[in-house]
């Protein structure tokens, strides 16, 4: 099952950041091969839709779970419609490794 | 400083986008706006038949709320209907109900989609969760 992790940095040793539409960096976390692969988001700076056209990137990549900050209200019904589960952590002096770790046990 | 407006929780948005009248004499492109909640209102009185009390219940408001809710959505429609203009629905004050919870252990909150069978936090596993009220 593949996982979203939002990043600003394209490191493991990055922090989490809150944002969903606006992160720097998604981390896939694939839970059956232990590995993280990190995509770009090209919609940064998107004056709008950014938080859309996320959920609509998580749906084409058949990612199962997210973890962020906060999500939109266009960005949770596009997500609670395919059934993605949303995750919101409020500590955000996380790490994605450490955020990895948590999942794995 | 009047107090927050509580969302109103609606089960199901309204199928459609609006209403427009048709074979009027004088097409006017004037519309009455009509929130989600007032919709829910309305369903719920008069397609469920719920009293009011139950009604105010399922969507997580007060008995008086849901009956100003509910007389505001009936005198949108009339007033669309006797002076023919356009009903567009409105997100409004609404909650879409959704379900999250919380977990005790990591403080973290979450859905659970209807394909995933497990009940329990999405990042520890933790059983230790309770369903989230109206505040995300």
Known sequence: MKTIITSSGNITTAVFDKRFGRAAWFCIYDDQTGEAEFIENVNLNASNGAGTKAAEKAIELNVKKII???????????????????????????TIENIINKLKN | MPRRRRLRKVIAPPGFK????YG???????????LYE??????LSDYDFMNH????????ISRPTFARIYESAR?????AMVEVKEIRTVYGNALLDKNWYECHVCNARFTIPKTQNKHCCAICSSININLLKNDI
């Open chain 2, 75 to 79: 005198r949108k429609i009339a007033k």
């Open chain 2, 38 to 43: 007032e919709y829910e209102a309305i369903k």
């Open chain 2, 53 to 60: 009390e139950t009604a105010a219940k399922v969507m997580g």
């Open chain 2, 18 to 21: 609006g209403y427009k009248p």
């Open chain 1, 68 to 94: 962020s900050g906060d999500f939109g209200p266009k960005a949770k019904e596009l997500l609670d419609k395919f059934e993605i589960q949303m995750v919101i952590l409020q500590d955000d002096n996380l």
């Open chain 2, 24 to 34: 009027a004499n004088h097409s006017k492109n004037e519309f009455i706006e009509l």
